[in-house]
């Protein structure tokens, strides 16, 4: 998967987005949102969110990084001279914005992907939206996380 993610030149995503939260009296919420990504690379990129807590545009066009909250109705730029590596490691580090999902996109997926993993496991193949994948679970010291890889000749994530 992480072999073919690099050595896609272009391509786009559509994402639905479940974050759970808790609230003071113990209840469970899940708050739901869209992204839409257009990718470019080496240094383009376009990202939409929109949700409870975000409705935003983030875009790079190789040298300027710019992001636009429509609900506050105020923007960022910052110059970010480089690649979109470049770009997420200056929204990440420089600015402190997380950005799930973001690993996916970098130039070398895979050694982002598995810093920091102490165990990982395969459990076999299930459904993603009606497309058939491998399920793979990781941990690491902070986090579990899993991805659902598109079985075939295109391994794509469908679930992150």
């Known amino acids: 998967m992480s072999k073919h993610l690099a050595g896609l030149k272009d391509f786009s995503v559509s994402a639905d987005i479940s974050n759970e939260i808790l ?63 470049d770009a997420i490691h200056a929204l990440e580090r420089g600015i402190g914005l997380s950005l799930p999902g973001a690993d996916l996109l970098l130039s070398d997926p895979y050694k982002a992907l598995s810093s920091g993993v102490t165990s990982s496991g395969y459990h076999g193949k299930g459904y993603v939206g009606g497309v058939e994948c491998h399920h793979l679970a990781f941990r690491t010291p902070k986090v579990d996380w899993q991805v659902g890889v598109k079985a075939g000749d295109e391994p794509l994530p469908m679930k992150y």
């Open 23 to 85: 609230t003071t009296e113990g209840q469970k919420l899940q708050m739901n949102s869209h992204a839409a990504l257009l990718i470019e690379r080496p240094s383009r990129f376009h990202v939409t969110r929109q949700g409870k807590f975000a409705d935003a545009v983030l875009s790079y066009d190789g040298a300027k990084l710019t992001l636009h909250g429509k609900t506050l109705n105020a923007y960022v730029q910052k110059d970010v001279a480089g690649t979109i590596d």
